[in-house]
């Protein structure tokens, strides 16, 4: 099927999208450290090198469109607009966030920002959007639903039963595959024989469309298309987005046991974020100083999220059994 | 002046309450297999569709687990929805969708997001169906914190709780009994609620206390007859919902009488029936005169042949031997 193809798009937008992905990187660098250091509970999935699929993506979603993410699903959040900030505290299971600190890394919900929750069931968010979509058509709301997943994802059942009524029902959602090559450690070409995720769009009668993961103007371009259908009453489409995680699949999986150096190595030259900065630099007249100034900014931006969650109070024990039943 | 009463149907009580519902409250999409057009294959959704349309009753392909994954999305959205499992036992291909995600996104998304989907589906030995369409798995659902779980006896609950649920804003598995579709009962002509939790004395009584829900409501009934000719008095209690339980109804009841049976339609272990028990033991342990029964079905899979299914499930029979047995020490 097509490609995802690029097309010229303002300057004022491209720092955006960089300004973006360096937030998610730096974000989850942060979180890594604070981890390791102890600092954060629970288990944390960390997004480094999958940048552009989020950002790419979510740069064409307005505020009132709803997304569904995954258990590797900060990125996917701070994309959709939830502060870092928030999300941070998330993490730290402070009272600050959206969620309050009820849910952590894997069940963090933010509704005001579109964030409809990670997941730490892969593939549940795929019917769960597919629904929303249904309900978006049903009301009229102009609503687009985006759902990300993994190649972990697409042999369940919950791939197949949720594109099977988001097809026959026409409903305005997007199905956006992360393959990452992974799942755990099972490579997708040990998973299944057709290792072709965009093909499987076939099947259902949607478009698929493969693009390039680590270059954020193609998932740009992708997304737009595939977003202004949905929004437009053409039903879904199918993006696989092919990338790679240059980190463990969770904080404490080195990640090399069932991949080579040489292989990392290779992902990481293509690193959606340096090859981003010198095409801004190089190609589309970006100045080093305006580029620079970004960098700086982000690195402010990530202290003071650090300062905020870690300030913020924790729960009080006595609200443990609130909103069990709404 | 008292108000009319006329006779329906249980199957048609809920029809009555979808409809009513689903006029009330255009949010409401109703999505399951053979629900449309057909009507339902217990006919639980009749007429529904000639009156909202296809865009409100979705009938879907048999595929459980998209299908309640789907309804619980558009509650999430801003919709309220149904999901129709037809038989509790399909409603296990769906369970990590109800469990894991409808179950959990109020209390994870600290109250922001909430998820009004009524999960519907029938249970029951009936007619031989073997063991994939007879169990009553519902105290499976019960453990569940965040969901709560509903199974009506009569025409007049299935009408008044069927319509508090859809009113709820948390999910409801909704648990009918597929034996029960024909029987009949007097409802009131204007519309009624019947508030989830509140558990209804059926009979009065003084030795003991039956409680059953759903058909072992009957069966409760059916001995209270036969054990009142043996000159013993019971009472009998169906809690109508098992989450939330009406502890003080039930408590009173077994405070009242000193003695308590309970009477269910799934397997002893882990159950409906060891819940009633305990809070027996909790709460009336100085009013009790002898031991808590547990009257359940047989620790087996449902079975094929008529003999065999016969010997499962509780019988008026075996419910007056046992409380008789009961009586004597």
Redesign the interface.
Known sequence: MEKGTTEPIDRNLLLTLYREMLQLREFELKVQELYRRGLLPGFVHLYVGEEAVAVGVCSNLQPTDLIYSTHRGHGHALAKGVPGREVLAELWGKTTSSSGGRGGSMHMYAPEYGFMGTNGIVGAGIPLATGSALSAQLRKTGQVVVTFFGDGAVNSGSFHEGLNFGAVWNLPVVYVCENNLYATEMAFRRATKNTSVQSRAAAYKIPGVEVDGSDVLAVHAAARAAIDQARSGGGPTLIEAKTYRFVGHHEGDPGTAYRTREEVEEWKSRCPIRTFREKLLKNEGATLESVEQIEREVQQWIEAAVQFARESPEPAPSTVCDHVYS | MPEQLREISYVDAGVEALREEMRRDS?I?YIGQGIGPRGGNFRQTRGLCQEFGE??L?D??I?E???????????????R?IVDEVFLDFSLEAM??II??AA???????????APVVVRSAMGAVRNAGPHHSHCFYGWYAST??L?VVTPATPYDVKGLLKSSLRE??PVIFIEHKALYNTKGMIPDGEYLVPLGEARVHREGRDITLVGISKMLNIALEAAAALEKDGISAEVVDPRTIVPLDRPRIAASIKKTGRLAVIDEAPAMCGFAGEVVALACEECFDALDGPPLRICSLPVPSPFSPPLESQVIPSVERVVKEVRKLMEN
Do not use: D, F
């Open positions: 949010t999409v865009e409100r979705r879907t392909g595929c687990l998209g299908a309640t994954g789907v309804a619980i999305g558009a509650a999430m959205a801003g919709s929805a990590t969708q894991q995600q959990n996104i109020c209390y994870s998304s600290n109250g922001k997001i909430h914190p965040g709560k804003n948390c």
